[in-house]
């Protein structure tokens, strides 16, 4: 039972590049989610989606886009890195509007930004 | 906009005794309440949840939860704290109404510490 993966699991980018960071989850939830976990900060919501097509920003959606052109996945991705941006970064998933409304965790993308 | 307060950032208690986690939240509409816990160098592990119904809600290890509307709380308790309890724990809500706001909102999370 795979739920949700997230890849890669690890990543060291220079300032300035860019990547995407994809989750992909197998149980055909409706929404889905991008958290950054900081020290201190606990889970801040970067962006979420809703359903395939649809996308929102969260609390701290600068310097970050996402795109769900499919339903099992929400990609999270990043133009132009920064040293600010540095952080844990775990993606979830959900069922929408009926269902048990847990969401299911990903084991997180250690990104470093130098 | 709806938010989640974690006041203590770490907890600590002795094995055997009993432990709280306080957690309140605000939400315009009803909430949806969840208590997630997190291992060192993990992912986010469901706990338990308030969905609607009786106000004391029973979740994995042992753990429980109580919702107190009027208070708008949702602490996590368990009767006798295990060395392994200690992890760091979130509380966290999602709106109770249709349309466009689902967002999933944590607090910034107790570091629950359990001495032997």
């Known amino acids: 039972n795979a739920g949700v993966t997230q890849t890669p699991k690890f990543r060291v980018l220079k300032t300035g590049q860019s990547m995407t960071l994809l989750c992909a989850q197998d149980?055909?939830?409706?929404?889905m989610y991008w958290y950054r976990q900081d020290p201190g900060m606990g889970l801040r919501l970067i962006h979420y989606s809703v359903g395939e097509g649809t996308t929102a920003k969260g609390e701290v959606p600068d310097g970050y886009n996402v795109s769900r052109l499919k339903k099992q996945n929400f990609l999270l991705g990043l133009e132009s890195a920064a040293p600010s941006q540095t952080s844990v970064y775990f993606c979830?998933?959900?069922?929408?509007?009926?269902?048990?409304?847990?969401?299911?965790f990903g084991q997180g993308t250690r990104l470093t930004v130098v | 906009a709806q938010s989640v307060a974690q006041p203590e950032d770490q907890v600590n208690v002795a094995e055997g005794n009993p432990l709280t986690v306080k957690c309140t939240y605000s939400?315009?509409?009803?909430?949806?309440l969840f208590w997630y816990v997190q291992y060192p160098n993990r992912g986010l592990q469901f706990l338990l949840k308030y969905i609607t119904g009786d106000n004391l809600v029973k979740g994995s290890y042992g753990f429980e939860a109580e919702f107190n509307k009027s208070q708008t709380s949702f602490h996590l308790k368990k009767p006798s704290a295990l060395v392994s309890d200690s992890a760091l724990y979130f509380c966290?809500?999602?709106?109770?109404?249709?349309?466009?706001?689902?967002?999933?909102?944590f607090g910034t999370g107790t570091l629950l510490a359990v001495q032997p």
């Open positions: 979830a998933s959900s069922p929408g509007q009926t269902g048990s409304f847990q969401a299911f």
């Open positions: 149980m055909n939830h409706e929404y």
């Open positions: 939400v315009s509409g009803n909430p949806y």
């Open positions: 966290a809500v999602r709106e109770r109404y249709g349309g466009a706001t689902n967002k999933l909102i």
